[in-house]
Nanobody, 114 residues
């Protein structure tokens, strides 16, 4: 079982920055992939960014060049630095980790005002 605790959401003006963090705890052998997803009202949940244990990253086209995902394997944490935020980035952001199965965080609200 894996528990995920997220932090860092909030309200920011367009063009601003936020940093999301997620800490994993519990019983697991290793975490293969750590990722961030988001879900805006009325829309499906979508992958924002993902990172492997080796540091390979993958980003949604809509956030490339603006968001940066990073992880600390020793601390089992993953972060998402979000710069140049846009109103369309407004959503609930979820941390997810893949071990023997996928685990989800509780979600943190990010609101970008125009």
């Amino acid at each position: 079982q894996v528990q995920l605790v997220e932090s860092g959401g909030g309200l920011v003006q367009a063009g601003g920055s936020l940093r999301l963090s997620c800490a994993a705890s519990g019983r697991y052998f290793s975490i293969a992939i750590m990722a961030w997803f988001r879900q805006a009202p009325g829309k499906q949940r979508e992958m924002v960014a993902a990172i492997t244990a080796g540091g390979d990253t993958n980003y949604a086209d809509s956030v490339k060049g603006r968001f940066t995902i990073s992880r600390d394997n020793a601390k089992s944490t993953v972060s998402l630095q979000m710069n140049s935020l846009k109103p369309e980035d407004t959503a609930v952001y979820y941390c997810a980790v893949d071990t023997s199965r996928r685990y989800w965080g509780q979600g943190t609200q990010v609101t970008v005002s125009s």
